[in-house]
């Protein structure tokens, strides 16, 4: 069974631009969560999606936004770009339990 | 919002020693409490987990105990290896796809 999958690995963008990471999760997992990580704030709960519903959300700016298709499949995007964006973002996929299964995330740096 | 506090930084063990690494929270209703793993390039991945009602779970090696009335809880490896040398975050949830990590402590097991 394949595990959860994030792409790309590696990004760079510039400040002011704006990007669109992708996670598939593991097949027959419905919801899907993101996760920002910096050596500062740690992990930080971005928002989950189960079934294309957002069904909770972190403290976040608005810049931060995410959806979820019909295969479950999700994207995160982030616009106008900061320096303080650069981080890993993770996602987690789980199915109906409580085990949460991560990706190896995408490291975004802004520059 | 740091909801979960994790102590220490960071802990370097002797091969076959014990490791320890305690967690406190702040909101009672939290109800999922899973340690996480992470080796560096790498996601998080789940090692244990408990529920409030249980004080203590072993699986191998690694045991949580879990104090209620203090809202503290805490992993312990026994005999710890050289490859148990990762950072490892508690967390808590009471939303399951939102878990609260705490700051992470970074392992260094001495052979």
């Known amino acids: 069974k394949a595990g959860v999958t994030q792409t790309p690995r590696y990004l760079i963008k510039t400040r002011g631009q704006q990007v669109t990471l992708s996670c598939s999760p593991i097949s027959g997992h419905r919801s899907v969560s993101w996760y920002q990580q910096t050596p500062g704030q740690g992990l930080q709960f971005l928002f989950e999606y189960f079934s294309e519903t957002q069904r909770n959300k972190g403290n976040f700016p608005g810049r931060f936004s995410g959806r979820q298709f019909s295969n479950s499949r999700s994207e995160m995007n982030v616009s106008t770009l900061e320096l303080g964006d650069s981080a890993l973002y993770l996602c987690?996929?789980?199915?109906?339990?409580?085990?949460?299964?991560f990706g190896q995330g995408t490291r975004l740096t802004v520059v | 919002q740091q909801q979960v506090k994790q102590s220490p930084q960071s802990l370097i063990v002797q091969k076959g020693g014990i490791s320890i690494i305690n967690c406190a929270y702040e909101n009672t209703a939290f109800d999922y409490f899973p340690w996480y793993q992470q080796f560096p390039g790498k996601g998080p991945a789940l090692l244990i987990a408990?529920?409030?009602?249980?004080s203590e779970k072993k699986e191998g090696r690694f045991t949580i105990s879990f104090n209620k009335s203090a809202k503290q809880f805490s992993l312990h490896i026994m005999d710890s290896q050289p490859g148990d040398s990762a950072t490892y975050f508690c967390a808590a949830s009471m939303f399951v796809g939102d878990m609260r990590f705490g700051a992470g402590t970074r392992l260094t097991v001495k052979p």
């Open positions: 987690a996929s789980r199915s109906t339990g409580t085990e949460a299964f």
């Open positions: 408990i529920r409030p009602d249980v």
